[in-house]
């Protein structure tokens, strides 16, 4: 099995409603490749908030109470609190400087994934706007696969990724936020090993591990290759709808130990 | 930027004081490859814990008092208990069914890493013998690399990986246990964004991302494809002696907001 990870490059810098289907097809012909059936498309969550305009410029934030006292703790901007909050579930850690909850889509994320780097600056400070993760990451992921499907006729695998920090190491990873025709979660309980005893180990988070890979290909200014092409891995999409997207990598909170 | 995981197969059932370095390049050659100066290659601790006869076979296991009580709370075998506790710092977690525990190489690790599929069977019971971490994986990481510079005159990255669990999400993700030649954690501070401002996430687990892909390729039967070669990715060894080997990446105790 050999797999390439192909960066695409030549994406403009992504404006609100722009059509990222035809500038990342653009990218990818421009980088002198060519999307074939069961490739799998990794595309940086930065992109694709920018396509769909979740910015937010904190000087339109009003922190609430809970958000001055929360900010107060965390030696954060009490605004960015705010829309961290906003984002969020609940919170899990908070700490001088650290700031970690569960999104409203279920990832244990810092700043529930609010980023400030790589985006053009606010209104009434440079360092005031702030973008957040698309509203329904595996929806995206889907229209990009059907919009893929429509304009070129191959049938492709679409992950979204971001960079995430973990518990116990070091260094941001990239792991997959949105999954679209990919078995997100391979499941090999009831296979055998080769001496035809079961297997133990029996979940891999395929869809991470292929996302970790891109984020890799696309270094840290995403910008710059904000996409990648994944060739040799044959994706397909799960028959079992409980199984679609990228929800079966999200651990339950009541079946965490780490929370 | 365009990486190649290459999938490395036809290396044999490894023995206990095999010349491992030698199975793998032997592999390559068999598998079709040419391996070429700036290759990584991913390794899976599988074959180098058997190449070091890191075999240990329950029927030899005395458990203590501690390992019976622990065995009783999670429901396992107490002999296995007693071998987890023998290649652990401390238990982290333990609830019927897991036993998460700090190695005593750092990484936390479900079971300490101790592995029971695709081995040979134990003497008195087939399902008594165990595959243990290697002693010291940066070490044989860095072993792998120098014999490959001796016999070849290929200079190239070694990385050791595993698979394991994490918080928060579900399925394994193959990370870096041992690593030679590579630089673990990228460290981005004092970069600047495409818009001048200082980058905000400045350090980025490579080591992990790269192992994480290799670990697609080997899929779960890592004995069908044991070893990764990867190609286009520029590897180098840390300047500074303290950044080398897979220690950057594990978050002291002390640190850690999960434990």
């Not at 209104?123 to 995206?140: A, F």
Request: proline residues 6%; negative net charge.
């Amino acid at each position: 099995m050999r797999l390439t990870f192909a960066g695409i490059m030549h994406i403009p810098m992504v404006e609100p409603g722009d059509d990222l289907t035809g500038l990342i097809l653009k990218g990818i012909a421009d980088s002198g490749e060519v999307i074939e059936d069961d490739d799998v498309l990794v595309v940086a969550q930065k992109i694709v908030s920018k396509a769909e305009g979740r910015y937010l410029d904190l000087h339109t934030v009003t922190p609430s109470a809970e958000a001055l006292e929360l900010a107060e703790r965390v030696d954060k901007d009490p605004r960015k609190v705010q829309a961290i909050l906003d984002e969020s579930n609940e919170i899990v850690r908070a700490r001088p400087g650290v700031l970690i909850v569960e999104h409203r889509l279920g990832f244990v994320h810092a700043n529930a994934g609010i980023d400030q780097s790589n985006i053009p600056p606010g209104e009434d400070d440079p360092d005031d706007m702030c973008l957040l993760l698309p509203v329904d990451p595996d929806s995206s992921a889907a229209r990009l696969r059907d919009e893929i499907l429509a304009r070129t006729g191959r049938q492709v695998g679409v992950i979204i990724n971001d960079s995430l920090g973990r518990s116990w190491r070091i260094g941001t990873l990239g792991l997959a936020i949105g999954v679209a025709g990919f078995t997100a979660l391979e499941d090999y309980i009831g296979g055998s090993d080769i001496f035809g005893r079961e297997l133990q180990v029996t979940q891999v988070a395929a869809a991470d591990e292929i996302a970790a890979g891109a984020s890799l290909v696309m270094g840290q200014t995403t910008e710059k290759t904000p996409a990648v092409l994944v060739r040799g891995y044959q994706p397909r999409e799960p028959e079992e709808a409980s199984q679609r997207g990228v929800r079966p990598l999200l651990r339950p909170k009541e079946m965490d130990l780490f929370r």
